[in-house]
């Protein structure tokens, strides 16, 4: 395989006929490599549908790049800029199927998560009522500040976990609407846990602070099946 | 599924009038990634990133899946 810098990816897969053909053929080859890796976490890879469910996510990702070639700004490696493209097409898709059968309801209608749940926890009986009663807390809050359309994206990303990809499809809005939506229910949960001194105005101004984000950030052994 | 409600307390504590959204993010996401890849300190290279990765569970799996495909394309590749 060709070794290129940035500057000849760009120009080979700009030019006409094979110089062309090669570069698409090798930037496949990486990409493949890049996404079965990218993937253990996700698919189960000892079936004979994960190749061409690979080479499907990469004929999608390379009809992307080709027409976004203009705004590659050089600023990474070509290849990880594709790589990044193959990955979102990827694990789009894979969220989407994942989550198909998903219901939205807002705080107050039965959901999937109308409790705090601690399985293998029984000596935390305190912990759990308090988690019990910050949870209510929340749903209360949640009723009287949000609009509907907010009440049902937070209890479906933050409670249920749905993925935003998924979320904005049932929503049918973009994810960049969808983390708006969100930031805007955020922002009036955090005046109101201000008002009734649920946090200290010192925690509001530091945001570098290393804290845990609020979900479970392994997907390790989940599969699309 | 197990419910996180402090954690979305701080969530929602840490909550800033100007962030990134996913579209932002992702336009950095590569140069985040290679920033994690030189063994540079993207919470001081890219913040801002750096905080929108702590709240947004999609953009945090695309970046774990990145950082796996780029290792994992330099690993066939010496092979």
Redesign the interface.
């Known amino acids: 395989m060709t070794e290129r810098d940035n500057a000849t990816w760009l120009q080979d897969l700009r030019s006409p006929g094979k110089c062309r053909t090669t570069a698409l053929a090798d930037l496949r080859k ?1 990409l493949l ?8 976490n ?1 698919v189960r890879q000892d079936t004979r549908e994960f190749l061409s469910l690979c080479e499907d996510f990469i004929q999608e990702a390379l009809l992307i790049i080709l027409k976004h070639l203009d705004d590659f700004q050089g ?3 070509f ?3 594709a ?2 493209i ?3 097409v ?2 789009s898709e894979l ?1 989407r199927a994942r989550w198909k059968d998903y219901s939205l309801t807002a705080t107050d209608e039965p959901g ?2 109308s409790s ?4 293998g926890s029984p000596d935390r009986e305190q912990e759990r009522v308090e ?1 019990q009663m ?2 209510d807390w ?1 749903k209360k809050v949640m009723r009287e500040e949000l609009t509907t359309r907010q009440q049902r994206a937070l209890k479906a ?5 749905i ?3 998924a979320l904005s499809k049932k929503l049918g809005t973009t ?2 609407a969808l ?2 939506l969100l ?1 805007d229910a ?2 009036k ?2 005046k109101r ?1 201000l008002k009734e001194g ?2 200290k105005v010192q ?2 101004s ?4 290393e ?7 392994s ?1 390790k052994g989940e599969s699309r099946e | ?17 100007d ?1 990134l ?3 932002q993010t ?1 336009e950095l ?3 985040y ?2 920033i994690m890849e030189r063994g540079e300190d993207p ?1 001081i290279l890219l ?1 801002k990133v750096y ?1 929108h990765l ?5 953009c ?3 970046l ?3 950082l ?6 330099h ?3 010496r092979n």
């Open positions: 990486i490599r890049g996404l079965t890796g990218a993937l253990k996700w600023l990474s490696r290849t990880t800029w790589h990044k193959s990955v979102r990827a694990l969220r999937q998560s705090v749940h601690e399985p988690g910050m949870l929340m990303a933050a409670f249920d976990g993925s935003a990809d994810r960049n983390y708006k930031h955020r922002l949960l955090k846990m649920f946090m925690e509001e530091d945001p570098d602070s804290r845990k984000p609020p979900f479970e950030v997907n | 599924m197990q419910i996180n409600v402090s954690g979305l307390m701080g969530m929602i504590s840490q909550t800033e009038d962030e959204d996913c579209g992702y996401l590569d140069q990634a290679e919470q913040p905080r702590n709240r947004c569970k999609d945090h799996e695309e774990t899946a990145l796996a495909a780029i290792q994992s394309d690993e066939k590749n």
